[in-house]
């Protein structure tokens, strides 16, 4: 077995995996293999069983690279992509490049080959594959690779943080947010952790039907004592794919904290899960106003009127001066059309806030009070509703997906994945 590494291309390593990674458990993940040989299927199968993998979601294929490129114009790509070739050396970079056309931008690659050409692994590893694996190799070199990329010390946070913020309380905040995590889930079947950081009035686990008797205020409590172990304690599992760290909501303390008391907890929640959803309180304290400046995205969710108007103008401001070089707000307009109450229209009041509309939910007393009631989210009570889709698109354009439908038009609005950007 010829292992390439990337100290020394053509060599194998003088270090045993489990003592050159630690043996760090990977991430929750998605991989999908892509395979040309009944054989590597299974070497790529039981790579799952090694104890490193046990947070990960494995599927295997049939077809190599065309596989891969035809069930990828219709679906989004997972964290990372196993595709074995049987193809010559020259062959491979156009290959790939046609790949790229249909993956998205977080995507990254381990090529599993049958030759072993040092020309060839240099040219991979320059346009940005993650890993080159001659075969025929052992499980033990494929979890090695993957932990390597995913669980080594200094390897970047898997996960992208999306906070939800009303502008107004009673907007609908976090029902928004937690129903754009359950569509994230479900379309994706990436993994995703709400956390509800309201500790005082929180509604995750109503909303999910949880009532755990640990969560994310054991988490605060712990000081620097917690860990990723301690973390996954702590997490309650709601759905396939959805974890929640809920609020204990309870009364007898107040919950003061400092600016950078929920940081640590992010951060381990960004380091093993790929979707961190932040269910933020409709309160202005130190610690809001930090860990809004520090996420990936803002959402500002808000009703149609005159008050939610204001307060989302001035939420979208401060923001934009808090984070001048990262992403600018989003805005998700709620309960419109609610019976004999004048509205601001939605286009209008997004160009008054001066941000991007990102989605205009219906008002619809019925259905949400019914989800809300029985604990669960909107899709479980009415599949065919057509608000599902607004918090689909909400969440594919949040986590930097493409959504399907718009697959076909990748190739000419896709930011290139990481494969196949070039290095400097």
């Known amino acids: ?236 599992k709601a759905a396939n794919h959805v974890s929640l760290l809920t609020a204990p909501v309870v009364l007898d303390r107040t919950f003061d904290f400092a600016e950078r008391d929920f940081e640590q907890v992010i951060e381990l929640s960004q380091k093993t899960t790929p979707v961190v959803i932040l269910d933020i309180p409709h309160t202005w304290t130190s610690w809001v106003r930090h860990t809004i400046a520090t996420v990936d995205e803002v959402i500002i969710v808000a009703e149609p009127d005159l008050a939610n108007l204001r307060n989302a103008k001035n939420l979208s401001d401060t923001i934009k001066a808090l984070r001048p070089t990262e992403s600018e707000p989003l805005l998700v307009i709620n309960k419109i059309g609610v019976p004999r109450r004048p509205e601001i229209p939605p286009m209008e009041f997004a160009t008054s806030v001066e941000c991007r509309l990102l989605g205009q939910i219906p008002f619809d007393a019925a259905t949400f009070g019914t989800a809300a009631n029985n604990g669960q989210m909107l899709a479980e009570v009415s599949a065919n509703n057509r608000t599902n889709e607004v918090y689909r698109m909400i969440g594919m354009h949040v986590t930097g997906r493409n959504t399907p439908e718009r697959a076909t038009s990748k190739a000419s609005s896709f930011k290139l994945p990481s494969f196949l950007r070039k290095r400097a």
């Open 1 to 236: 077995m010829a292992f390439l590494t990337r100290n020394e291309p053509g060599s194998q390593s003088d270090e045993p995996a489990e003592v050159a990674t630690g043996a760090r458990l990977i991430p929750r993940i998605t991989i999908q293999a892509f395979c040309e040989h009944s054989q590597t299927a299974q070497l790529v199968e039981a790579a799952i069983h090694d104890r490193r993998m046990s947070k990960v979601a494995l599927t295997t294929h049939n077809g190599g690279i065309e596989g891969a490129i035809e069930t990828y114009k219709s679906n989004p790509t997972p964290n990372l992509i196993l595709i074995e070739t049987t193809l010559q050396p020259d062959q491979i970079p156009a290959a790939l490049a046609r790949l790229a056309e249909v993956c998205d931008a977080s995507t990254r690659l381990i090529v599993l080959g049958h030759v072993n050409d040092v020309v060839l692994y240099r040219e991979l590893i320059r346009s940005g594959v993650s890993e080159y694996i001659v075969l025929p190799a052992t499980g033990q070199a494929i979890v090695s690779a993957i932990t390597e990329l995913f669980a080594a010390e200094g390897a970047a946070p898997i996960g992208r943080t999306i906070g939800f913020i009303s502008a107004k309380g009673g907007s609908g905040g976090s029902t928004v947010a937690h129903n754009v995590g359950w569509a994230i889930s479900q379309s994706l079947r990436q993994d995703v952790l709400i956390l509800d950081l309201d500790l005082a009035f929180g509604t995750v686990g109503l909303n999910f039907n949880q009532d755990p008797p640990h969560g994310l205020a054991d988490a605060l409590m712990a000081n620097q004592k917690v860990d990723q172990v301690m973390l996954d304690r702590l997490m309650s």
